[in-house]
């Protein structure tokens, strides 16, 4: 079902405390848990994994800047 | 026809459940079903589907920032 | 004749309707018929020949973000 | 003589109606005639001359966003 | 448990006095002692540690701007 | 002298009529006589020697852009 | 000692009339005698030292922008 009263922003509503994907402008990976976002989507995911270059990373937690973010797929 | 009290973004108004193209400044073009943009050209789309260097890959959403967008197809 | 009053995007007043060429700042040309603008110089257009390291591509609508833009010409 | 009170983008205003000459941040030279800016120095030229990489381009008309602008002489 | 009302920089309320990680955009990684931040993400830390290309170098205390940083690990 | 409620734009208050250097974020070293500044750096000179490359360019008057400026010499 | 009331530019209030390290996005370290600071960074540097490929440069002051600024040592 379409709404037109939506937000872009409001697509990450229903992914509160579920893993989303973050593709930044550099090219890494961040996939987490997320657990707060702002207008600026700047990001707090919680379980990260970080994927550069194949190489991945594990943090419990990380705050993203929203300006270095080039798409969302939740 | 041309109405002279049309914004750029009102190229986008008829599009909402249509499929549009966007090209990103990294030259990576992204197809998929409006669902919601703003006026910063922030976007949600359905259906997504990501080419970069003739690689595609496919998403159930996504929110893509509008200052990562060159120009937009609908 | 020479206006003191005019502003810079008062350039495109006249345009509007009629084809226009606007060079991106990554090198890319892009012709087509005016049919929005904006203070942030964001611009819609129709009937579109995109240039690109001497390939061509023609779309029948066009959204371009004003911040790409080197310049326009009338 | 000296005029304190002056603000920089005044160095402009007796270029009216005078040739100019930009240089962009890309490198490119434009020199034209000035009809109209604004305080983003967004420029409206007319009789313009581009020069990039030794190659001239003339246009009748020009509208220059300002924030690729690297210097003005005029 | 999940919050939420939390806002994305809230993750760093409870790293105040205590160490974090700063990715930065040049690649450049920090790790310090949080003593302040802000909203724009410009942070004070204590007991710095900068590492870059393997080399690391010690600092009492520093002042980082937001605007170059990456993402931040609590 | 030391004076503690001085603002760092104040450091041209003295140049004004005086020979500065300037040097912007491309390299490129531009010197001449301070007319005018306002609080975003933009700076109006004359009798301006620009000098990039090592190649000396000499202007009667220039406009710059302050975002290109990385720092100036009194 | 930890104060939570500290905003991270207050790491720079017991600097001003000592000596700071700044470290420019370009890479560039600058060192002198702070005698003014902003919000934006922005800096008045007295006796300065100028250090960018191994070459040290001198000057008596120098006016920094605050955009330029990775980070400050105080």
Known sequence: MFME???PIDA???SK???I???LK???EISGTLKA????LNMWLADVEL???EEITKYKDMLIRGDT???VVP
Do not use: A
């Not at 976002?37 to 600026?40: A, I, R, S």
């Open 69 to 71: 973010i080039l798409y």
């Open 37 to 40: 976002q702002d207008l600026h």
């Open 5 to 7: 009263e939506n937000r």
């Open 26 to 28: 550099n090219g890494t």
């Open 17 to 19: 405390g579920k893993r």
């Open 21 to 23: 994907l973050l593709k």
């Open 51 to 53: 994927k550069r270059s």
């Open 12 to 14: 990450l509503n229903n």
